[in-house]
C-alpha cells in the first residue's frame, strides 16, 4: 500500500527564498562540455592555492582523523588572537563565513525585525535574514557603486536589528572609507549591530581603508567576519571567524552547532594564518593581476569598476549572459551578474597572467563573432 507525503509541507518562507547560486566548479564544465582545457575565474579563489603551511599540517594530521574536533577551537581561535592582537574570548571560528552570517540571523532576528543591506552585494546576507523572517531593506549604492552615509543612516527605523557593510563590496570591488566608517559607527543607534564582512580586506591597497578591527577595540556594536577561503586559498575545507565583543559573541555561540568546524580545517587554518610568504606573494600577483587586467580591458574599450579586491566588476551591456554562456562552451568560467539584478556585467576573478591570457583571446574571439552575426543579421545589440 502506498502512502502519500502531500501533508508534510515546509514553511511557507521557502517558497519565496533562492538557493545560493555558486560558481560553475572545472570539473563539471568540463564533464558537461567535453572540454579538457577550463580556465576557472568565477570564485575569487587564490590562483596560488593553499598554504603550503597548511598542506603540511593537514597532512601530518591525517591518521587523527577519528576523533571528534576540538568543539571550542582553541589552538586557531588562539592563533589569530596572537595574530590580530586580541583575546580568544573576541573570536568565533564558524564554517566558512557564511555559516557565521546564518548564526547571526538566528541569534538576533526575529519576525517584524529589519536588516539593512546596501546593494547589490553578497546574497547571504538577505538569505539569513528571509529565514528568520525578518524584513530586508535594500540601499542601493550610489554612482560608481559608493557607499552613502546618509542613504544608510535615512534607512534605520526602530525595528532596525542589523546593518551589514561588505568592504570591499562582493560583487563590485569598491569599498567604505575609514572615515565614513567610523561616521556611520557614530551615528547609528546603540541598537544596530553592524556586521563588517571583511573577507576581502587582504587584497586591500587604499590608504583610506579600515577593516573595522579598531572599532571591535574601541568598544562598538560591531562584528567583523573574515574568511580563510580566499587569500590563505583554503576554500576547498571551509574556515572563517567572526570578531567582537565577548558579550555578542556569547549570544552567538549559544546556537551555534557543537563541531561546526572539522579537524582539518582547523590545523590547516591554524598554520595557513602564520604563512607570511604565501600572504605576501598572493597580494603582491593580485595587485599585479588587477593592473593586467585593467590594461586589457581598456584596450578592448570595455568599461569596468576598479576593484580593491580580487576581481573586477565588467560592463558587457545587454548581451552579457549570452557572452557569459559562450565564454563557459570555450572553456572559460566567469560570473554572470543576473544574481545582483546587474544582467549587463559579469565578474571575473584575478587569476594568473596565463589565466588572463586565456580569458581575453577568448573574450575577444566571441566579440568578433557576435560582430559578425550582427553585420549579417543586420540588427542587434553588442556587448
Known amino acids: 500500500m502506498s502512502r502519500t507525503i502531500k501533508h508534510i509541507r515546509p514553511r511557507s518562507i521557502l517558497s519565496r527564498m533562492k538557493p545560493y547560486s555558486p560558481g560553475k566548479p572545472i570539473w563539471e564544465v568540463q564533464r558537461e562540455l567535453g572540454i579538457e582545457k577550463v580556465t576557472k575565474l568565477a570564485s575569487n579563489e587564490n590562483p596560488l592555492g593553499p598554504s603550503p603551511l597548511a598542506l603540511t599540517a593537514i597532512q601530518s594530521y591525517l591518521t587523527d582523523i577519528h576523533r571528534y574536533p576540538d568543539a571550542d577551537t582553541v589552538d586557531l581561535r588562539g592563533a589569530i588572537a596572537e595574530r590580530l592582537q586580541f583575546s580568544s574570548d573576541e573570536i568565533l571560528i564558524t564554517n566558512g563565513a557564511d555559516e557565521l552570517i546564518t548564526l547571526i540571523s538566528e541569534t538576533f532576528l526575529e519576525p517584524g525585525d529589519e536588516i539593512i543591506v546596501p546593494s547589490p552585494t553578497f546574497s547571504e546576507y538577505e538569505f539569513g535574514a528571509n529565514l528568520m523572517g525578518a524584513r530586508v531593506v535594500q540601499v542601493p549604492l550610489r554612482e560608481d557603486y559608493r557607499y552613502d552615509v546618509d542613504d544608510i543612516l535615512a534607512a534605520v527605523t526602530e525595528q532596525t536589528k542589523l546593518l551589514y557593510i561588505c568592504s570591499p563590496n562582493n560583487p563590485t570591488g569598491t569599498y567604505m572609507k575609514k572615515q565614513d566608517l567610523h561616521r556611520l559607527m557614530d551615528e547609528l543607534p546603540s541598537y544596530v549591530l553592524v556586521i563588517f564582512d571583511g573577507a576581502y580586506s587582504h587584497f586591500v591597497t587604499a590608504d583610506d581603508y579600515s577593516d573595522g578591527l579598531e572599532l571591535v577595540r574601541l568598544g562598538y556594536p560591531i562584528v567583523v567576519t573574515q574568511t580563510f577561503s580566499k587569500i590563505y586559498g583554503l576554500a576547498g575545507i571551509r574556515v572563517g571567524y567572526g570578531i567582537a565583543s565577548p558579550s555578542i559573541l556569547h549570544s552567538i555561540r549559544q546556537v551555534k552547532e557543537p563541531f561546526n568546524v572539522n579537524a582539518l580545517a582547523q590545523v590547516g587554518a591554524t598554520a595557513a594564518i602564520k604563512d607570511d610568504q604565501h600572504l605576501?606573494?598572493?597580494?603582491?600577483?593580485?595587485?599585479?593581476?588587477?593592473?593586467?587586467?585593467?590594461?586589457?580591458?581598456?584596450?578592448?574599450?570595455?568599461?569596468?569598476?576598479?576593484?580593491?579586491?580580487?576581481?573586477?566588476?565588467?560592463?558587457?551591456?545587454?548581451?552579457?549572459k549570452s557572452i557569459y554562456e559562450k565564454l563557459m562552451n570555450k572553456g572559460i568560467i566567469i560570473r554572470y551578474g543576473g544574481a545582483w539584478n546587474l544582467p549587463n556585467h559579469v565578474r571575473i576573478s584575478v587569476g594568473t597572467s596565463e589565466d588572463h591570457f586565456a580569458l581575453i583571446e577568448t573574450l575577444r574571439e566571441v566579440l568578433n563573432e557576435a560582430k559578425v552575426e550582427f553585420q549579417m543579421g543586420g540588427g542587434g545589440q553588442i556587448g
Open 280 to 320: 605576501n606573494a598572493t597580494r603582491e600577483m593580485n595587485a599585479r593581476g588587477r593592473e593586467e587586467l585593467y590594461e586589457s580591458l581598456q584596450e578592448m574599450g570595455l568599461n569596468f569598476t576598479r576593484s580593491m579586491s580580487n576581481f573586477l566588476l565588467v560592463e558587457l551591456g545587454p548581451d552579457a
